[in-house]
């Protein structure tokens, strides 16, 4: 993970391929997300700053939103239904998904893959460096993630279908520990056979800058 900080005060990081990373978010920050080299998926989680209970909660975004993803200028919300994060923009396809949840390893080690890398065990390691300790790991908002339900109901997973440089920004909406990681599958079709870095770059609040 590396830091930089511009004039501006604003702040960047990037989560290097199959890695996670907890930052401390503002109110007001804004937060974007940027597909370095395309085709990667990246698992979003954000918890409250100062209640650890209470977290961005997919099922409940779903629920309140009555869709499979927001649109720009809605919120993702937590287990209350409140506001954590506002989607404000989005350069990319706009294929992103809600429905699954992080990779584990036991996921893997069903394919033969002992010992990989995985996203659950990311964002484990990530809180644990915010030192946050949850009582369960909540489905991530998966970014870039090409997939959804076929007529029949069965889920469809395609290749990502973001590009280099695609973005999503958010606002946050409360002070966040914010985790993402960059989704360790490097088999076909998630990330199309490879595994990639994502960027995280952090601007200060219009009111904070004026």
């Known amino acids: 993970m590396a830091q930089n900080a511009d004039e501006a005060g604003g702040r960047s990081f990037l989560v290097a391929a199959q890695s996670g990373l907890a930052i401390q978010i503002a109110r007001d920050e804004l937060v974007r997300i940027v597909d370095v080299e395309g085709q990667q998926v990246g698992d979003l989680w954000a918890i409250d700053g100062g209640d650890p209970g209470r977290w961005l909660s997919v099922s409940h975004t779903r629920d309140r939103r009555e869709r499979l993803f927001p649109l720009v200028g809605d919120s993702l919300v937590d287990q209350h239904g409140e506001p954590v994060l506002k989607l404000v923009a989005d350069t990319s396809p706009g294929q992103h998904d809600m429905l699954f949840p992080p990779c584990d390893r036991w996921m893997y080690e069903s394919r033969g893959l002992r010992g990989h890398p995985n996203c659950r065990d990311n964002f484990l390691a990530a809180a644990a460096s915010a030192r946050l300790s949850l009582p369960v790991v909540p489905d991530p908002v998966n970014l870039f993630q090409n997939s959804g339900p076929r007529p029949d109901g069965s889920l469809d997973i395609g290749v990502a279908a973001s590009r280099p440089g695609d973005a999503v920004i958010f606002a946050a909406e409360r002070d966040l520990v914010l985790i993402l990681a960059a989704c360790s599958v490097d088999y076909p079709?998630?990330?199309?056979?490879?595994?990639?870095?994502?960027?995280?770059?952090?601007?200060?609040?219009?009111?904070?800058?004026?």
Do not use: A, V, W
């Open 189 to 210: 079709p998630l990330n199309d056979g490879r595994c990639g870095p994502l960027r995280i770059e952090i601007e200060p609040s219009r009111s904070h800058s004026d």
